[in-house]
């Protein structure tokens, strides 16, 4: 059975930082492409960042270029979003998920496995 746990929410101020992760048990990870979703009130989901397998390709919706860093260490089964310089309109539930293949990362409808997501709330 697979379950990935998210957490590292929480409040916190326009301009601020927060590290998420998302900790995945009942695969084999390292075979597992990682993605982060966030969907916000009455909006619909939308792509943050992916993560190949092994680590070695990354890719970021533009509006998170270099402000957001998504990492995994295969050797705790656990993937990580370091979000910087967060916006109020970055308030929003993020999700982390997990498909077995890299090719087009971007599409929320190819992850079978889903966490529960985990509240992030950027204050003005």
């Known amino acids: 059975q697979v379950q990935l746990v998210e957490s590292g929410g929480g409040l916190v101020q326009t301009g601020g930082s927060l590290r998420l992760s998302c900790a995945a048990s009942?695969?084999?990870?390292?075979?597992?492409?990682m993605g982060w979703f966030r969907q916000a009130p009455g909006k619909e989901r939308e792509f943050v960042a992916a993560?190949?397998?092994?680590?070695?390709?990354?890719y970021y919706a533009d509006s998170v270029k270099g402000r957001f860093t998504i990492s995994r260490d295969n050797a705790k089964n656990t993937v990580y979003l370091l979000q910087n310089s967060l916006k109020p309109e970055e308030t929003a539930v993020y999700y982390c998920?997990?498909?077995?293949?890299?090719?087009?990362?971007?599409?929320?409808?190819?992850?079978?496995?889903w966490g529960q997501g985990t509240q992030v709330t950027v204050s003005s």
């Open positions: 998920a997990a498909r077995p293949r890299w090719s087009n990362p971007t599409y929320g409808d190819e992850y079978p496995y």
């Open positions: 993560i190949s397998g092994s680590g070695g390709n990354t």
């Open positions: 009942g695969l084999t990870f390292r075979a597992y492409t």
